[in-house]
């Protein structure tokens, strides 16, 4: 392979990573959302409902943990200069450092900037573009900083190499990137010009190539090459090669100790194709000292003395050195082509004199330096890629963003795996690695271009942060702790030990002092407290936000799965308030428990770790904090355990989905039974399965945490799942990876945490949901066994009763009602069917209510087919007609069998922005499961109605509906935003709205099919079951029909910036759940006696069979006469005989008499009477 073939197969395109990574999960900043620039005219942004109501026919069918590495400036360091929003928009802009970052059609930004030394401040960044996310990190240095200096590193020599952390390190270096490109799998040595600030030229070739240079402290991007020279006897001969790792044919090569130990047959075509005509003479002081062709020279390892040099000439030139003497002269001058102080070379010219070239590589990994015109200002850009949340760029896009930095002319280095930057960060005193190298681990690499601080190294400063990097750890909750930490810094903000003092500035906190440098901060009252650290005369603060009381705990592993003895795993444990806001709790906070299998030991200051004590048993830790619980599982060793070895193939059947298929006998990979799945996907364009039906389900045995088979695939992209039952009654499906390859392999289906167990197994699906995709299949399935682990009592999932759902009472008094209903999914080929009569049902029930908007949240029709949209209009046209405004939201089943042309051709725009009065509705398209990927231009419309919403005083409140939920709350997880990172960064723009907004928002979702409500970082997040088809979970976990009725007080929608936990946030809205009610149940006894307390049962009947108990999330409403309604803390009026708590369902006798308690759910009442007696033998008692 040719070095111009190595150095291409640097930024060769690979797979993305299609999981997130833990480390970015864990510390995903928040998008929060600076106004944006004008959109396309597209939307109309606000569009008042009043004008038309009625959508009309349309007449054309046509977020990280590499972020939390950098310590926030604003937090951290005294004096450090913010960014100042848009006075436009009171959304806060991101941290970006003055850095243009809002290109290319880019969304979901986030950003943050530090000085990690005078005269040079690091930028990291992530932004979702239309192809994809990009994340990446900016180095921006002023060269007119008289302590700033650059250097071209390597590890001692120019051949050989050495990650970037190695070259760096004990040089004092600041910063460092990859710099030039490298004969890779072989000498390691850099291909082109390089030259050092402090030890001059290491290497150059002939290659005129594009590099980075600095003259006289100007920074420039120009060609160099080698301009050496040798004189023998008079002749000055070309050198075009210095301790390079190729020498021309023909040619010389000069070679210094500098070069290395790499055996010289490289550099003349070796190992395997090395030239038989060559000789080589070592100068000691421009003096002959011996002659040689003998290719033992030149095979064995390189040692060049100090003060020595090689001479190397091949073919033509060959004949030149052979003929040299010993003690005859040779004198070589080493220089190149442009008289520079430094340079390291790259490949493509990026940007020549402000304008892009038209150079252009596949999408990767990159890195690039770029520099202003007058050369002093440096911008290099590391572009991370082969990850889900990192695609990497072009070469056209890395031209782009260097315009967009403010470059004037720029190179790009080498890239790929080779992407790597390192730094110091703020309050250190050694690099670390920032950005994610996409080989996984650093690249061995030639060399870097490395930044160094001379500043003075005595204290200048000083810095506070928390001792904890894990997400939002500048939060504690009252009567918890949090550790922070006090440095010293020196002008290069190189971390200095230094004892100094802390204090908070109010009574939300209090300060304990621990020792010189470090400090426990106990939460208080809920608010904002400023801690600060002060030592010899200087200062530094930080804030530190208290939430509201502690309501539960979450543990990063519900199920934690140790393979074997010496394993081990590491847990933390957040805590969570009544609106969601979350916080890392401190191990010193928390009582653990665990059995004698395991041993569980602090960590560091948040985290602990959990090992094992024997070879095979299982464990639950049970975590504690203020009353709160959580408990993890633990197992230890596993086994596999055959399912079924298919002896009863005869008995299997097929059943299938808009498809054809066949099941026939076949052999596996070892000679066992095999079952060929034949599939015929050419029948429809919606989603088609092929399923092979067990005989009868089969029980598995244990646990198990997965289940395997051997796939024999055929390259078609078709997706395999696994239909399981599970113990609680609940079939869904375990999802195995695209069949994209051919011949035998080992497939696993994941068992999702929380599961409910026994398991049993029902049938094979393989399904197909691509529109686009239509061809004749075949796969084999063989050897079918379940992973199995030793039995533990699974952690029962944290039910979370959100307040957002009324459970006793209406929302019929607010000031605005917004009626949702979804998930009808009625085909047009059944048009009178029980799908679209309980579609029907459900809008005359809503029409009844007269709300002020129907939103239409995803799923209407199921196969999307222009029949089913005109089915869709005609239902809506006649129980809806101009009775009220609507909108309609695609959902999956928009698309499931069509182009979303047919969707938009019935009912226009997918995504739309509307003003009802004091409350802007947003709704976004998720048809294709991410709102990027559905369109990805809705989420610049997305920032720019937030914007408008933070700016209008007229606004006090946003409600975003869109079909998919960011989090699924059913152990499944199948029905949630696809891209995990898009989620994670909708979520914090929308948090990062209601925070630096001072407004209320919520987002109201679908899909899931059932009811329920949570909340994040004060966000109420609301999902709306189905309202035609059946319901996807259990009645205890919200399945059931029906639709929501949304509440606002728009007058209530501005909470500032400390709101209320919980209060503030139902005050602006609530929700109301309407289930679909054929009979409602109430078994209440007809007689009890005073002091009497039962617990009652209350439940509904619908769709036939279904029963379903009434309670969270199901709204209803209680009353009666001589009831006290309440949860314990109403004085019961003389008059009352009855008290009863709706949550509890605890009914108490009070006092003699009759009384009627009431129960109302969804228009539908029933009631029950009551007789109270007396106690026997009491006043008023009677006999019997």
Known sequence: MSVQQRVADHTEHRPFITQPSPRHLDSLTSA????????????????????????????????????????????LLG??????????????????????????????????????APGLDLTSFQRLQPQGWVTGHILVADLETPTLSMDVLDHGAVSGGATVSDQVGGTGAIAAVNGDYFDMNASGAPVSTNVSSTRGVLNATNSNRPAFTMADGIAAIQQIASAATVTINGDTLDVPSVNAPTVPAGSLGYYTPLWGSHPLSRVLGGPANMTKTFAVATLTDGVVTSVTSDPAAVTAETTIA?????????????????????????????????????????????????????????????????????GTIVYVASIEGRAADARGMTVQEVGRLMLDLGAYNAVNL????????????????????????SDGT???????????????????????????????????????????????????????????????????AVVEQTNGSSATVTGVAPGRTEVSFAADGKSASTELHVLGELTRLAASNSVISLAEPGTSRTVRIEGLDGDGFSAPIETGDLTVTSGADVTVEPAGVDSFVVTPNVESGSATITVEALGNFVDIAVTIGYRHVPVTDLSDLGSWTSAVARATGTITPSTGPNGEIAMTLGYNFTTSTASRG????????????????????????????????????????????????????????QVTFTVPAGTAYPLRFERIRM??????????????????????????????????????IVTDGTVAGRAQRIAVMSDAQFVARTPDGAIVQAARRTL????????????????????????????ARSVLDGEVGDAIPWIYVPGNHEVMGGAISNFEAEFGETSQVKQLGGTLVVTLNTANGSLARSDSAQLGLLEDALATAAADSGITGVVVFAHHPTNDPLPSKASQLSDRFEAEALEASLAAFRADSGKSIATVNAHVGVFHATSFDGVSSIINGNSGKGPSGTPETGGFTGWTMLGLNPAAGVVGSTPTTVADRIAWLQAETKPRVDEIRLDVPTTMIVGETVTIDASIVQDGDRVVPVQWPMSAGWSGKRVVIDGGTVKEHAASALRFNPTTKKLTAVTPGDATLQLTVNGKTVSVTVKVLPVRGGPGSSTR
């Open 306 to 374: 100090s003060g020595s040099a090689v001479l190397v000439g091949r073919e033509a030139s060959a004949a030149r050195i052979a003929a040299l003497t010993v003690g005859q002269t040779a004198d070589v001058t080493v220089s190149t082509s442009a008289d520079v102080d430094l340079a390291v070379s790259g490949s493509q010219r990026l940007l020549i004199d402000g304008v892009q070239t038209a150079e252009d590589q596949v999408e990767a990994a990159r890195t690039a330096v770029g520099v202003n015109q007058d």
């Open 79 to 116: 004096g450090t200069v913010a960014v100042t929003a848009d006075p436009r928009s009171a959304v806060a802009a991101e941290n970006t450092g003055g850095l243009g970052l809002g290109g290319e059609n880019s969304s979901l930004l986030s950003a943050d900037t530090t000085a990690i």
């Open 690 to 745: 092929f399923y092979a039906v067990a005989p009868a389900p089969i029980e598995l045995a244990g646990q198990p945490q997965a289940i395997a088979m051997w796939i024999h695939g055929d390259g078609s992209g078709a997706w395999p799942r696994l239909q399981v039952k599970t113990g609680n009654g609940v079939t869904t499906n375990l999802d195995g990876a695209l069949v994209t390859w051919t011949g035998w392999k």
């Open 32 to 75: 929060l959302l600076p106004a944006r620039a004008a959109r396309p005219e597209r939307y109309t942004v606000l569009e008042s409902l009043a004008a038309d109501h009625t959508p009309s026919r349309s007449t054309s069918r046509g977020t990280v943990r590499w972020l939390a590495l950098i310590l926030s400036a604003g937090m």
């Open 442 to 508: 650093e690249r061995v690499v030639a060399n870097s271009l490395a930044f160094f601080s001379s500043a003075p190294t005595i204290l200048t400063d000083v810095a506070i942060s928390t001792a904890s990097q894990s997400e939002n750890a500048d939060a504690v909750f009252p009567g918890l702790s949090r550790t922070v930490t006090g440095t010293g810094l020196d002008a290069n903000y190189t971390g200095l030990a230094v004892d100094g003092e802390f204090r908070a500035d109010n009574g939300g």
């Open 414 to 437: 080498d890239g790929g795996g080779s992407s790597t930057l390192v730094a110091r960060l703020p309050g250190t005193d050694a690099s670390t690695l920032v950005n994610r190298p």
């Open 844 to 871: 005359q029930e809503i029409v009844a209510e007269k709300p002020d908007l129907l939103v239409i949240n995803g799923d209407l029709v199921d196969e999307a087919s222009v029949a089913d949209f005109d089915l």
């Open 767 to 804: 399904m197909e949901t691509r529109s686009t995709a239509s061809y004749h299949g075949e796969v084999s399935i063989a050897g079918i066994s379940s992973v199995v682990a030793p039995d533990v009592a699974q952690p029962a999932a944290s039910i979370v009763y959100d307040d957002v």
